[in-house]
């Protein structure tokens, strides 16, 4: 009962403040001290406030966070995108709605390598949304498959989401983690390519007559240097060669290369590259470190204990409580971007899924995969956007074919909360768990 009052003033504080269009920073860090006002004097929830937004970004391994943003800004203008989508047509070619598959196959691994699904479907997405609509697709079903698919790099690693979440819940292994994302990132490709055939084989999209093997070859070793970062930096931090931070380092490093040797990367353009990338890192930097002063609001007034004890006085259902915990995530996923979203929600539900025995680690798992299908939706959808912007379609017109996909991934996020082994397994395999 003594959390109550704190509860009630910072949640509606902060959706009334997302409502009328204030900056979800600006959101967080008022509605952190008007909860504090209700606890402490003005001066020192002002001075906490300020102190614990400081110490909240003061950590090594959030360093990989603007590394990783740099990274995959320097491949989105370094001619990797057109690499990665002839060797993704030069094995999706000859499946029926061959250029979808290839937008979802490029997503994957730009995605992948970039960290960004908004990245993976601007790049991949507006390069092949001309082709496709030159071929007669649907620009409706086109848009709806790269949006379905854009997300799934945010589990394949490295990641920079999966880092955040690593932060935000007191050390959960990177490694594990960066493991445990192939599954369901490969599984949400999978998905969209069943669901993108169904479409194409009844409305006969054409295939590409023929792709010899000296093609495949050919595209295959253009992509190699490409490729081979993933193999680089993950096999590098999940082996323990250098840390996530390090490893983003590295990966800032092999873009830069690889983007010079292509020809595709000048002074001017690299200055522009670093100026995108410092505004991208600042605000995703204050996101953080205004939750970081929330969640200690959160954690002084004992909100996620009320929170914890509630949801599980309601019923001793395990099943029923993950299915709470499911919907809930996937609401807050419609209105709110995935960062500020793991690292407000973190705090709040990882006791309650480890206090009925979800391993952190599948935990994290299951809240990116839920924060990925909000990508997807309105009204804050920002790949939503980005996609619809790209292929000139109103968000109306996507939304009816991208509904079967949403449904596919809500019921692989179920799959992926009650089958823990699907993310666990490669893990285990390597000894990390």
């Known amino acids: ?56 970004i003061e950590s090594f391994s959030l360093l990989a966070v603007p590394l990783f943003i740099l990274a995959g800004n320097i491949m989105n203008n370094g001619g990797i995108a057109r690499r990665l989508v002839n060797f ?11 250029l979808v598959h290839t937008n979802v196959l490029g997503n994957m691994l730009f995605g992948a390598l970039s960290g960004s699904a908004v ?7 507006g390069t092949l949304s001309p082709i496709q609509k030159d071929e007669g697709y649907d620009p409706a079903f086109s848009t709806s498959v790269n949006i ?18 690593s932060a935000i819940s007191g050390g959960v292994s990177v490694s594990a983690l960066f493991l445990a994302g192939y599954v369901p990132g490969i599984l949400m490709g999978i998905i969209t390519m069943l669901i993108a055939y169904f479409y194409a084989k009844k409305r006969n999209y054409k295939v590409k007559q023929h792709i010899s093997n000296k093609e495949r070859l050919r595209a295959t070793l253009d992509a190699l ?40 990367l000048n002074w001017e353009s690299f200055k522009n590259i670093i100026i995108d990338s410092a505004r991208t890192s600042g605000m995703v930097l ?34 029923l409580i993950y299915l709470i915990m499911i919907a809930i995530l996937l609401i807050v996923g419609t209105f709110m971007d995935i960062t500020p979203a793991i690292l407000i929600f973190t705090p709040i539900f ?44 109103s968000i109306e017109k996507v939304f009816k074919p991208l509904l079967p996909y949403l449904i596919g991934m809500v019921v692989l996020l179920i ?16 000894g990390l768990l």
């Open 148 to 165: 379905a698919s854009a997300s799934s790099g945010l589990l394949i690693p490295p990641s920079g989401s999966i880092i955040v979440y």
């Open 286 to 319: 204050l996101l953080i470190s205004a939750s970081s002063a929330m969640s200690w609001i959160m954690a002084y007034s004992g909100i996620p204990g009320a929170i914890s004890q509630a949801l599980l006085g309601l019923t001793n259902n395990t099943i």
């Open 88 to 98: 993704s047509n030069a094995f999706t070619g000859k499946i029926p709605g061959s």
């Open 225 to 264: 240097p490409s490729l081979g970062m993933i193999v680089v930096v993950v096999g590098g931090i999940v082996s323990g060669i250098f840390t996530a931070t390090e490893g983003a380092g590295i990966s800032v490093l092999y873009c830069t290369i690889l983007s010079i040797i292509y020809g595709s």
């Open 119 to 125: 990245a993976a479907s601007s790049a991949i997405g």
């Open 415 to 430: 799959l992926m909360t009650f089958l823990p082994e699907l993310s666990l397994f490669l893990p285990r395999l390597a």
């Open 350 to 393: 990882l006791p309650i899924a480890t206090n009925l025995g979800m391993h952190p680690v599948h935990f994290g798992i299951v809240l990116i995969l839920a924060m990925c299908i909000g990508t997807m939706t309105p009204p804050v959808g920002s790949v939503l956007f980005v996609a619809c912007g790209i292929s000139k379609v």
């Open 1 to 56: 009962m003594d959390s109550l009052l704190p509860a009630l003033v910072l949640f509606v504080s902060f959706f009334i403040l997302l409502a009328i269009g204030v900056p979800i920073s600006i959101g967080i860090i008022a509605s952190t001290i008007m909860t504090g006002l209700v606890l402490l004097p003005l001066e020192q929830i002002v001075f906490i406030t300020v102190q614990r937004m400081y110490t909240g």
